[in-house]
């Protein structure tokens, strides 16, 4: 079994930040990818940041929802298997409920599955 536990959400005023965690155990050989996903009231879930493993500890290529370029930084620490999520000049329109998900191969033969965490909220005041 996977968990993926998130941490460090909350509320924050507008323009303030907020560093999201998301830490994985269980049954884990390797973990592939890992994303940041949000879901405002009445809206889809949504893509908002994703990291590959890479060739180094801290992970490799990243990619970002373009309303959140330039102010949110996705990274990751692969021997702690936790990927972080640093939302800076938050705006009220970032509040939302922010899920983990990772690629997660718990056996050297798998290919991979995804696995999601909970959720933390994320509120933003204007």
């Known amino acids: 079994q996977v968990q993926l536990v998130e941490s460090g959400g909350g509320l924050v005023q507008a323009g303030g930040s907020l560093r999201l965690s998301c830490a994985a155990s269980g049954s884990i050989f390797s973990i592939n990818a890992m994303a940041w996903y949000r879901q405002a009231p009445g809206n889809q879930r949504e893509l908002v940041a994703s990291?590959?493993?890479?060739?180094?500890?801290?992970?490799?290529?990243?990619n970002y929802v373009d309303s959140v370029k330039g102010r949110f930084t996705i990274s990751r620490d692969i021997a702690k298997n936790t990927v972080y999520l640093q939302m800076n000049s938050l705006k009220p329109e970032d509040t939302a409920v922010y899920y983990c998900?990772?690629?997660?191969?718990?056996?050297?033969?798998?290919?991979?599955?995804?696995?999601w965490g909970q959720g933390t909220q994320v509120t933003v005041s204007s």
């Open positions: 990291i590959t493993s890479g060739g180094s500890r801290s992970g490799g290529s990243t």
């Open positions: 998900n990772a690629d997660v191969r718990r056996y050297y033969w798998e290919s991979g599955n995804w696995y």
